[in-house]
């Protein structure tokens, strides 16, 4: 992942480029330690042509008694995507365990595909994660690395803390954790961590005066219009010299504004009166070239 901007959303590119100043401040006590840009595999699969064999309904009726194939499909494992995602070897003020954070971001309310995208690179994180932690590359001994990965267990318990954390913007669309079930029984389930911007005090986070973290105060509560006019004009003095980043963090700020349940009507009004004179700089699409 040789470019600056990874993905393809601005919200997210904002959080992951700044990310080594933005997770101690969400997180305390973590501080990240090596940033991890991690090639995700993809399964594809081609429909196979001609009548569905007896042999494949034949296993198809031992898992489901009574049911009918009426497509069989071809499935090709691509080990080079060209398609990455960003993880973090972190600090763990809790563990002496190598430890990792995989953050998604939520950018809008109604996302049913975040759980399962977030499955996805959890389970290709974690293959490279045990890859690396095997091979000793972390600040653990070899001998003890060794002996940890190879003891039975979970996936969490091999040496290593991997955990899979949605960075929330919205209180009434917290997304929910995977639970499916076949014939009854739960055949996977999947939980994540949801860190509740809402929950933190936009008045900490501007008193620290790390700016990396002001385009999210509009979702935290006590943001008001005072107090974002201003984080806006010290962003406005951090990039003086760059119109193009101002831009982009400021839409980054606009685009959650519009869409905070914390903040009142009257508030985002006046929030928006601060950030009039930028608008040659901003745009409404949350999705970058």
Not at 85 to 91: I, L, M, N
Not at 206 to 217: D, I, K, P
């Amino acid at each position: 992942m040789n470019t600056k901007r990874p993905y393809q959303h601005i919200l997210k590119n904002l959080f992951h480029e700044q990310a080594t100043e933005i997770i101690p401040l969400l997180f305390p006590g973590y501080w990240v330690k090596e940033v991890l840009d991690v090639e995700m595999p993809e399964l594809k699969s081609t429909e196979v042509e001609g009548p569905v064999s007896e042999f494949e309904q034949g296993l198809a009726s031992l898992a489901l008694p009574g049911a009918q194939v009426i497509k069989a499909y071809q499935t090709e494992w691509i080990e080079h995507s060209g398609h990455f995602e960003r993880a973090y070897r972190v600090h763990d003020p809790k563990t002496k365990k190598p430890s990792y954070l995989l953050i998604e971001v939520q950018t809008e309310r109604e996302d049913e595909d975040l759980p399962p995208r977030l499955l996805c690179n959890f389970a290709s994180v974690a293959r490279y994660v045990a890859k690396e932690v095997r091979q000793g590359s972390n600040d653990v001994p070899e001998d003890e690395v060794t002996k940890k990965v190879e003891q039975k267990g979970t996936i969490m318990n091999r040496g290593y803390n991997l955990s899979p954390v949605v960075l929330c913007s919205f209180p009434q669309a917290v997304p929910a954790p995977i639970r499916e079930t076949f014939q009854d029984e739960v055949i996977l389930s999947f939980n994540f961590e949801t860190l509740r911007l809402w929950e933190k005090d936009a008045r900490e986070f501007l008193n620290t005066h790390v700016t990396a973290t002001y385009f999210l105060l509009p979702v935290m509560k006590n943001a008001d219009a005072d107090l974002l006019g201003l984080a806006i004009e010290e962003l406005t003095q951090r990039f003086q010299a760059d119109e193009q980043e101002l831009g982009r963090h400021l839409t980054g700020l606009n685009l959650l504004l519009q869409q905070s349940e914390t903040m009142s009507d009257e508030q985002k009004l006046g929030a928006q009166e601060h950030l009039q004179r930028f608008r040659h700089l901003m745009t409404n699409d949350p999705f970058e070239e």
